[in-house]
Structures are given as C-alpha cells and as structure tokens.
C-alpha cells in the first residue's frame, strides 16, 4: 500500500504544479495578450539569482533582493522589447518572446553560472513516514 500511497501523493503534486504553471499562462495572456513563453526562463532566473544571493546573505534578505531583481528585469523587458511591439501581429510576439526566453537563459547562467545549487531553508532531509504503523 506504501508505493500506492506514494505514487498517488506525487501525482497529485505533479498535477498542482502543472496547474500552476497553466495558470500563470492564463494569466499573462489575459492581462498582455501575449503568449509568453519566457515565462520560464524568468522563473529560471529568479531561482538562480535566489541560490546564489542565499549563499552570502540570510534568506529574507535573498528573496527580497531577488524580487528586487525580477521587477527590474521585468521592467526593463517591456520597455526595451515589448512595449515597441504593441499591436503587432501574433507570431511576431510569438517570437519576441521566444527570443527573450532564449537571451535570459544565457544571461542568467553567464551573470549567476550553471552550476547546481542548494538552498538551505533548514528542513529536514530524512524521510518522514507517516503511516508506516498503518500501513506495514
């Protein structure tokens, strides 16, 4: 019943992920127009720029310097690219966004590097079971 119990509970963690992911979608098209396929990257970057800063400073501290950042870069995409491209046609918005996921890949690896990184946010690493007397 373990792997059952297990296999469900990750399914269903799998599926709000999922979830959340086609819910910014939905989201940024709503408010833009625009299909952003950067959307990813700009989480990518986020991460990265949050793992790195976590590493010299307290982790509030990251994550404020890391929304920091994102409001700055976000900014910064919709002056120097988005905002030039209002009421143009699909693909080419299509393409510009495509085009900014693919410069914010290599501009986060190059600023903040490659390499993988941990965050320490202090939780425990050993596994919890919960219903191992339940379930044998």
């Known amino acids: 019943m373990g792997p059952v119990l297990e296999t469900l509970i990750g399914g269903l963690m799998t599926g709000v992920l999922y979830s959340l992911v086609a819910l910014g979608f939905v989201l940024i098209f709503k408010a833009s127009g625009v299909f952003n396929f950067a959307q990813g990257a700009m989480v990518l970057f986020a991460a990265l720029s949050f793992a790195r800063l976590s ?7 990251a994550f404020a310097f890391s929304v920091l950042i994102m409001i700055a870069l976000a900014y910064a995409i919709e002056f120097l690219v988005l905002r030039h491209l209002v009421n143009q046609e699909g693909i080419i918005l299509f393409m510009a966004t495509l085009g900014i996921a693919y410069f914010l890949e290599g501009f986060g690896q190059t600023i903040w590097g490659s390499d993988i990184y941990k965050i320490g946010l202090g939780l425990p690493t050993n596994p919890i079971f919960i219903l191992e007397s339940v379930f044998p």
Not at 55 to 61: A, K
């Open 55 to 61: 590493e010299f400073m307290p982790l509030v501290l």
